[in-house]
Every structure is written in structure tokens, then in C-alpha cells.
């Protein structure tokens, strides 16, 4: 009997695991998850290169502290604006800008995480500017066309009625100077010899 119970409790436990992956999973899609994920990690390298300086200059009391904590700021700034893009999605295109220019401005205290982070907080928020839920998305086959649709059909229609007629009668000049030239230019080769 002892073989059963813990048959039992490995298959409890792999159920429960199976049920908080598919929670996971479902919370996951809801949300720009990667371009967060990103904002975060971006936020986390943008704040840890003048980490490694600030405390030594905080200690001697250098003229450049004020600039590296310029740099902790945006760090901190652009890990919240992933964090907020993971607790926020309906924003996530606002959250996804706000991302973006936090990421260049970190340029000013701490080189944009030595370039690594400026592009992670990039990727990241553009990431959060496409990201769209699923009942924003447009289906791949669209019933009735759009008003641009209409629009554009429209314009072509007025543009095919004004240069239909003038495209025509270019042709039919053209079809008549090419008749009447090869019978006039057939006529003088016959003279000449």
C-alpha cells in the first residue's frame, strides 16, 4: 500500500503542476509578457552599471555621483514601466513609448547599460507597442471591407473614368500615325530604288 500513496501524490503533484502551467499560461497570453520581461531586464542592467561605481564615489565624494544617480533613475524607471506593462497591459502601448525613451535617456548616467540595456529597453518597448489583445486583433479574413477600402476603390474608379478615355484615344492616335507612317514609309522606299 505504501506504493500506491506515493503513486498518488506524484500524480497530485504533477496535476498541480500541470494546472499552475496552464495558469501561467493563460495569464501570460493576456499580456505583452516578453516586451515586460524585456522592460525589466533592460531596467535591471541599466541600474546595475553605475551601481558598481556610485557606492565608491559616494564613500569619496566625487563630482560625478549626481550623474550616476541619474543613471540609477532611469534604471529604476524603466524596470517599473515593465513591471507596469505586466500589471497594466490595456496601457501597454503608452507603457511601450514611455519604455522606449527612458531606455535612450539612460544614455545620460549610465551609457544605457553599456548598450546592452538601451537595446533590450528597446526591443522590449516596441514589443509592448505591437502587442495587442486578442479581441483588438483583426482576423486574418475580413467580411466587408474597411472604410480606407471603400475609399481607395472609389478614387480608382474616378481615376479609371477620367483616364480611361484619354488613354484610349492615345492609342488610337498612335495605332493611326503607325498605319499611316508604314504605308507613307513603304511608299517612298518604293520611289527610292
Known amino acids: 500500500m505504501a506504493t500506491k500513496s506515493s503513486y498518488d501524490d506524484s500524480t497530485n503533484t504533477t496535476g498541480r503542476i500541470k494546472r499552475r502551467w496552464d495558469r501561467f499560461t493563460a495569464w501570460r497570453l493576456r499580456r505583452p509578457f516578453l516586451g515586460g520581461l524585456l522592460l525589466c531586464l533592460a531596467g535591471i542592467i541599466i541600474t546595475w552599471v553605475p551601481m558598481q561605481i556610485l557606492p565608491d564615489l559616494l564613500f569619496v565624494g566625487g563630482e560625478l555621483t549626481g550623474f550616476l544617480a541619474i543613471g540609477v ?14 500589471y497594466k497591459p490595456a496601457h501597454s502601448d503608452v507603457i511601450g513609448v514611455i519604455g522606449i525613451a527612458l531606455s535612450i535617456l539612460s544614455l545620460v ?6 548598450l546592452f540595456g538601451l537595446l533590450f529597453g528597446i526591443l522590449g518597448g516596441n514589443l509592448c507597442l505591437a502587442w495587442k489583445p486578442d479581441e483588438d486583433r483583426v482576423p486574418d479574413r475580413v467580411t466587408e471591407p474597411s472604410p480606407v477600402d471603400n475609399a481607395v476603390a472609389g ?10 478615355p484619354i488613354v484610349r484615344r492615345l492609342r488610337d492616335r498612335l495605332a493611326a500615325a503607325t498605319e499611316t507612317g508604314s504605308g507613307s514609309g513603304s511608299a517612298e522606299h518604293g520611289n527610292d530604288r
Open 73 to 86: 533613475a532611469f534604471g529604476v524607471l524603466v524596470f517599473l514601466t515593465g513591471v507596469f506593462a505586466l
Open 155 to 164: 478614387a480608382r474608379k474616378r481615376l479609371r473614368a477620367i483616364v480611361g
Open 109 to 114: 548616467g549610465s551609457l544605457g547599460g553599456l
